[in-house]
């Protein structure tokens, strides 16, 4: 299971917790992560990204391992430790207040 | 016995006040939706509890909810906002020419005969309508691409549509309006569209009376009298009565024709509300006091309502979408600040008090009286 800890604007609209599991089949990357969440929690459709064009939206910003992956292609395979699920993938708003993020 | 239902939207949530039909009392449930700004919410005229909101943020655009239970429980329905084909570009601040983009929504109308429809005014300007209750949206872009688009541009809020208006004796015209272009009517349920901005003064432009590019900050009607209109612009409060063919200016003795809202009276058609505000860079109530200006003429001729309301040291502001009226026979106003208070005078103006006091800014207050 992948795991993907989300702002807390999110959590709320999805009314969820501060991580959700998903099931993500092979290749792991933020496309196929973002694919499974939208489809899983439909109302997140449009958040993260634009509906069309699938752009990443401006202030939305996506970590993993540490590593801030925000400009890197959709498509990029995630490391070993994200498709394990040892490490979550982190999509977080820019920082702009507290966003509670780490509590 | 009547009730009445305020539903209020603020920058980090919304807000519902309810009362029975003495409004003296009233209950707070919210926020709703916290954290969120919520641009708008209205009910539908056909089901009460049928209510749309606006919920947007600028990390993660925009979404709308739905309540079917007066706003106990919500659920988000559709959010796909998709301009028609190749959406071509508008002016900037600057002149230049530039992209129209989705941001959010700023108004939501549902229709006076059917619960499902509804429309959604959006920034950059264009229209939307949903035909199953909010679930999906297509744009009647015949607003954006009738031809004058590529001149409309932003004004200090971004380039927004923020009013409609249905005819309710001819639901296939609409009154829309726009900052920074104007006022628009449809004759055929928004298929096709035409400026009606003939009368409009507007110094910033190059050519004041322009066709288009003006910046109205509301506009609103009386159901009995559709062909009236009032327009509160950037600066002018401003009068039609040829449904927007020709417009005239009724500011008359108010202190400043600076302002955001203006509403009418539920009963008497020639009664309207607005709130001057000092000047376009002084976005607060001239000399620190907070009144409500009303006419009964129609304009023109202005009195200050203050009894319950600050009069020194008050400097806040009314939003656009900020003020509302019901329809008990004792005619509700209702308007919130900038400030978090939401202001009610269950007597027509004449005395003012604040349901609430400390809410987030308020960006809209729409009020729903039930039966």
């Not at chain 1, 999110?10 to 290749?27: C, D, F, S, Y």
């Not at chain 2, 927004?160 to 104007?182: E, K, V, W, Y």
């Not at chain 2, 008090?353 to 308020?362: G, K, N």
Request: proline fraction near 7%; charged fraction near 20%.
């Amino acid at each position: 299971m992948i795991r993907v800890i989300l702002p807390p604007h999110l959590r709320t609209l999805a009314g969820v917790e501060r991580m959700v599991e998903l099931e993500v089949r092979a290749p792991v990357t933020a496309r196929t992560i973002l694919d499974a969440l939208e489809t899983k929690y439909p109302m997140l459709r449009g958040t993260t990204r634009d509906h069309v064009t699938e752009q990443r939206r401006p202030l939305v910003r996506f970590f993993a391992c540490g590593e801030d992956i925000s400009q890197d292609s959709p498509d990029v395979e995630l490391p070993e430790a994200i498709a394990s699920g040892i490490e979550p993938f982190f999509i977080i708003g820019a920082i702009a207040g507290g966003s509670g993020i780490w509590n | 016995m009547s009730s009445v239902r305020v539903l209020v939207g603020t920058r980090k949530g919304a807000f519902i006040l309810t009362s029975d039909g003495k409004r003296q009392k009233w209950e707070v449930a919210g926020p709703h939706f916290g954290g969120w700004e919520i641009y708008h919410l209205k009910g539908s005229p056909v089901n009460p509890d049928r209510i749309y909101a606006s919920q947007s943020s600028s990390w993660f655009g925009q979404q709308i909810q739905r309540s079917d239970d007066g706003g106990k429980t919500w659920k988000p329905v559709g959010n796909k906002f998709v301009y028609d084909g190749n959406a071509g570009t508008h002016q900037w601040y600057d002149g230049t020419p530039h992209p129209w983009e989705f941001k959010r929504v700023w108004h939501l109308e549902p229709s006076l005969n059917d619960s499902e429809a509804v429309y959604a005014g959006a920034e950059d300007a264009a229209m939307f309508r949903s035909s199953d209750g909010g679930q999906s949206w297509e744009e009647l872009s015949g607003l954006r691409q009738h031809g004058t688009g590529p001149r409309w541009q932003p004004g200090a809020g971004g380039m927004c549509l923020h009013t409609i208006l249905i005819d309710p004796t001819n639901q296939d015209r609409m009154f829309i309006a726009i900052s920074a272009a104007g006022a628009f009517r449809t004759e055929d349920a928004g298929k096709t569209w035409q400026p009606i901005n003939q009368g409009l003064k507007s110094e910033f432009l190059p050519n004041p009376t322009a066709d288009v590019g003006h910046c109205v900050h509301r506009i609103a009607l009386h159901h009995s009298q559709p062909d009236v209109l009032f327009m509160q612009k950037h600066w002018d409060v401003m009068r039609s009565d040829d449904a927007g063919e020709s417009w005239r200016e009724v500011s008359g003795n108010l202190p400043s024709d600076f302002g955001f809202v203006i509403d009418v009276h539920a009963h008497e058609p020639q009664t309207v509300f607005v709130v001057p505000i000092k000047s376009d860079s002084e976005h607060y109530p001239p000399d620190g006091k907070l009144r409500v200006y009303r006419s009964r003429t129609g304009g023109n001729e202005w009195e200050a309502l203050t009894r319950g309301l600050p009069q020194q040291d008050c400097y806040v502001n009314v939003l656009r979408d900020a003020m509302a009226v019901d329809s008990l026979d004792s005619c509700g106003i209702y308007f919130g600040t900038t400030g978090g208070q939401v202001y009610a005078s269950p007597d027509g103006g004449e005395s003012w008090s604040a349901i609430v006091r400390d809410l987030p800014p308020v960006y809209a207050v729409e009020v729903q009286t039930l039966q």
